[in-house]
């Protein structure tokens, strides 16, 4: 009955939820742009390049943020058998990969003209690029099983697992990165940045997280009303007779 | 009925034994996978040289790190079987009906894995050594890392079998839901050989990434095979 209950209301409830959520994402997201690309003043070292951060922190932000958002899903889809949680997770991870590749290529076009190279083996690049893989096998496990529900319990027992081994790979690759080489690279998280650089970097946050809430509510509708679908051809096949005459 | 009772529900470690006991004689029997997994390392570490170079320099650099990968890869081409086979015979059902608490069945499996497989790939590993010019001092940190780490990868590894039993191409997606998960240890397994001493840092955080894998993977792999099995 729960079962049957709950994406009702889910749906009701995002439907109403939605014309928010995408508009204010909007706004944050064109305002935050606006402060980054004219508003905010050059970098007296960086130039103009500093501009690509603004796209770059909020999505690995967004990269960690997304897998936690997954976790936790995932926790709730198990202990309460939530349709609901289950489907969230699903939704929620293809945009967290898209989060870590927008990550990755922005970190590498801004890495070009700072640091004279598309890639280094620094820690945080590592770790991002194994959290991209995490993302993958997590896509590729829902892929792999038909059965929805199987699914859903088989990528949140692959989540949880994740989401305990991301410290640990992060710590390690950190640990692995001070063994192997000095740290040489001078990277923008001094003691303060400055207000004209903040503002638009928490609106863009903000903006980010707003973004990833409306795709999220979206796509989890989405899969509602497949499935919705795909029970009623279900039943239409097993009285299709019946269905035709009427038809 | 207590006497009754005890005789037919015999404790945890007999039954433990048994297991451990029938996989490995099933393993021997069926032509040795630990055998063919060890060759398979050997073969791997041997195309290095090929690859990169024969300059004694640059392999005693990367001996360590090749060595690791090449244990990762071997343990994982493996893995695929570790309940699959099981699954496809139908004694996995049997297992379900045995007074065992399923992540005691998963560590009993891995175990046996470990002594079937892993072991002879520590066995063969310092001769790798020899061959990728890994410096002397180096081999004991090698064999004492590889004794404590390859444990942490059969569990890892076993979370992503349970996952993957009974799903189509599971052995590909196996090695791809495992790998980044065995990041950390590849790490501090590489590291503690770099170090140069027995005893080291990353050797402790080895050790306790394995006993952290203990724990959480018996109960994640358990809650796979139960969902699989349904």
Known sequence: ?247 | MSSLNTQSQPGLLPIVKSMIARDMVLSARIGGSGFLAAVFFIIVVSLVPLGVGPQPEVLSVIASGMIWVGVLLASLLSLDRLFQADFEDGSMELFFLLPLPLPVLVLAKVVAFWLTTALPLIAVAPILGLLLNLPGPSFGALILALVIGTPGLSLIGSIAAALTMGLRRGGLLLSLLSLPLCVPILIFGVGSIAEGSMWNSSMALLLATTLIAIVVAPIAAAGALKLNMT
């Not at chain 1, 709730?76 to 289950?86: E, I, M, R, S, T």
């Not at chain 1, 040489?184 to 650089?197: Q, T, V, Y």
């Open chain 1, 1 to 247: 009955m729960l079962i049957h209950a709950n994406p009702k209301r889910f749906m009701d409830l995002s439907g109403r939820l939605l014309p928010y959520f995408s508009g204010v994402a909007g706004f944050l997201l064109v305002l935050g742009l606006y402060l980054a690309l004219f508003v905010a003043p050059k970098d007296y070292q960086q130039s103009e390049t500093v501009r690509i951060m603004f796209v770059h922190v909020p999505a690995a932000l967004m990269t960690t943020f997304v897998y936690a958002f997954m976790a936790v899903a995932s926790i709730v889809g198990l202990a309460w058998k939530h349709p609901v949680a289950d489907m969230a997770a699903k939704a929620a991870a293809p945009i967290g990969a898209c989060f870590a590749v927008l990550m990755l290529a922005t970190g590498a076009l801004w890495g070009q003209p700072m640091w004279g190279t598309w890639w280094v083996w620094d820690a945080r690049l590592t770790s991002a690029l194994v959290q991209l893989f995490l993302y993958i096998g997590y896509i590729a496990l829902w892929e792999a099983i038909d059965e929805p529900t199987r699914a859903a319990r088989a990528a949140a027992i692959l989540a949880i697992v994740g989401v305990i081994n991301i410290p640990i790979i992060k710590f390690s690759v950190e640990w692995w990165n001070t063994l192997h080489q000095p740290a040489s690279l001078a990277k923008l998280d001094g003691p303060s940045i400055d207000p004209s650089f903040l503002w638009p970097l928490l609106i863009m946050m903000a903006g980010y997280v707003m973004f990833f809430a409306t795709l999220v509510l979206l796509r989890t509708r989405t899969e509602i009303l497949n499935r919705r679908m795909r029970s009623l051809h279900m039943a239409q096949v097993r009285v299709g007779e019946q269905v035709k005459s009427y038809g």
